[in-house]
């Protein structure tokens, strides 16, 4: 499975982004990460095939995931954004473990960036 994420891109804070994640085929559940200068890549959000979501504290109440099954797409829609949430974004696929990072397919990352 090949996973082609797109939509980062610059923002003031406060603004709003969607990022897509394509899949070249049928995925199972699916997750968002990122990875800020410095840091390590953290969870951000997931969503099981019949669309039950998980968040990171960080994130809840601001960002929303969600997927089209029918063209093998995952969204993340970030309200609300704050310069902390700076990073790349990746998505994945098909995990061992939902929330730990542990997932079999990865995308190659969108940066979004977060400044006034």
């Known amino acids: 499975v090949q996973l082609q994420a797109s939509g980062g891109g610059a923002v003031r804070p406060g603004g709003s982004m969607r990022l897509s994640c394509v899949a070249s085929s049928r995925t199972y559940d699916m997750g968002w990460f990122r990875q800020a200068p410095g840091k390590e890549r953290e969870f951000v959000a997931a969503?099981?095939?019949?669309?039950?979501?998980f968040y990171a504290d960080s994130v809840r109440g601001r960002f929303t995931i969600s997927r089209d099954n029918t063209i093998n797409t995952m969204y993340l829609q970030m309200n609300s954004l704050r310069p902390d949430d700076t990073a790349i974004y990746y998505c994945?696929?098909?995990?061992?473990?939902?929330?730990?990072?542990?997932?079999?397919?990865w995308g190659q990352g969108t940066q979004v960036t977060v400044s006034a």
């Open positions: 969503i099981t095939w019949s669309s039950r979501s």
């Open positions: 994945a696929a098909d995990p061992y473990e939902l929330v730990s990072g542990d997932y079999k397919f």
